[in-house]
Nanobody
Framework: QVQLVESGGGLVQPGGSLRLSCAAS????????MSWYHQTPGKQRELVAA???????TYSDSMKGRFTISRDNAKNTVYLQMNSLKSEDTAVYYC????????????????WGQGTQVTVSS
């Protein structure tokens, strides 16, 4: 019943842009903090950006100024606008929903999407 479906990934050139979308269903979207993480082989999943239910945002330092997270509660969708993409941004990007958000990330009824591949290459 709970479902997070990411879309919008693909292959882009360095300096390009992508907008990822995560469509949520099966839970009270507007009551949850939403976030994006990414992961490359051999590394831990890393926070990219988060947005609380009241719209407060948090960004990883390496993404700050280039990426923007937003949410549309009417559409049960969270977005990640990615600009000035670098090869180092290549990863699988995962959507996350959590009941609460704290310094170490989300907790409480923590849900994950299946991930979408982003590849930045010339």
């Amino acid at each position: 019943q709970v479902q997070l479906v990411e879309s919008g990934g693909g292959l882009v050139q360095p300096g390009g842009s992508l907008r990822l979308s995560c469509a949520a269903s099966g839970f009270a979207f507007s009551s949850y903090a939403m976030s994006w993480y990414h992961q490359t082989p051999g590394k831990q999943r890393e926070l990219v950006a988060a947005i609380t239910r009241d719209g407060s945002t948090t960004y990883s330092d390496s993404m700050k100024g280039r990426f923007t997270i937003s949410r549309d509660n009417a559409k049960n969708t969270v977005y990640l606008q990615m600009n000035s993409l670098k090869s180092e941004d290549t990863a699988v990007y995962y959507c996350n929903a959590a009941r609460f958000w704290g310094p170490r990330g989300g907790y409480g009824n923590n849900y994950w999407g299946q991930g979408t591949q982003v590849t930045v290459s010339s």
